[in-house]
C-alpha cells in the first residue's frame, strides 16, 4: 500500500476513535497523531508535485 493511502486510513480511523472514546487524554492523543499524519501527508503530496 502506498505511503499516501496508508496515512489517509489512519488519519481516518485516529478521528473516528477519537470521537468514539470518552478517555480525553487517549483521544487528545488521537488527534494530534492525525494531526501528525496530515503534516507528513501534505508534505508527500507537495513532493510529488515538484
Same mark, same amino acid.
Given at each position: 500500500?502506498?505511503?499516501?493511502?496508508?496515512?489517509?486510513?489512519?488519519?481516518?480511523?485516529?478521528?473516528?476513535?477519537?470521537?468514539?472514546?470518552?478517555?480525553?487524554?487517549?483521544? +487528545?492523543?488521537?488527534?494530534?497523531?492525525?494531526? +501528525?499524519?496530515?503534516? +507528513?501527508?501534505? +508534505?508527500?503530496?507537495?513532493?510529488?508535485?515538484?
Amino acid at each position: 500500500m502506498p505511503r499516501i493511502e496508508y496515512l489517509k486510513q489512519q488519519i481516518a480511523r485516529a478521528e473516528r476513535l477519537a470521537k468514539a472514546i470518552l478517555d480525553r487524554q487517549a483521544a +487528545e492523543r488521537l488527534q494530534a497523531f492525525a494531526a +501528525e499524519c496530515r503534516t +507528513e501527508l501534505s +508534505e508527500l503530496t507537495v513532493k510529488r508535485a515538484a
